[in-house]
């Protein structure tokens, strides 16, 4: 069984910065892609960046020089550094991890959420 741990979310002003933490666990053998998603309300969960097992990364547009995406291996852990939020950046961030191998296959998971608010 996989799990998704994230950390690291809360309350910034704008133009503050968090970190996203997410640690995937179980016996995992390999991890092709780990991104993260958010979902402000009243609006359907989008693409905020993704990082492939070869470190190529893709990100949202309304991110863009301001987000950051990394991966640790070793760790099955992704990171999310966010810089220069704006209000506009408010919303649930769930992590994903596509394609984990593991003794019982292939699948896709996700994790809880975690509440980014961003507020004067």
């Known amino acids: 069984q996989v799990q998704l741990v994230e950390s690291g979310g809360g309350l910034v002003q704008p133009g503050g910065s968090l970190r996203l933490s997410c640690a995937a666990s179980?016996?995992?053998?390999?991890?092709?892609?780990m991104g993260w998603y958010r979902q402000a309300p009243g609006k359907q969960r989008e693409l905020v960046a993704v990082?492939?097992?070869?470190?190529?990364?893709n990100y949202a547009d309304s991110v863009k020089g301001r987000f950051t995406i990394s991966r640790d291996n070793a760790k099955n852990t992704v990171y999310l550094q966010m810089n220069s939020l704006k209000p506009e950046d408010t919303a649930v961030y769930y992590c994903?991890?596509?394609?984990?191998?593991?003794?019982?296959?292939?699948?896709?998971?996700w994790g809880q959420g975690t509440q980014v608010t961003v507020s004067s």
């Open positions: 990082i492939d097992s070869g470190g190529r990364t």
């Open positions: 994903n991890c596509n394609n984990v191998v593991t003794i019982q296959g292939v699948k896709d998971y």
């Open positions: 179980g016996s995992i053998f390999s991890i092709y892609a």
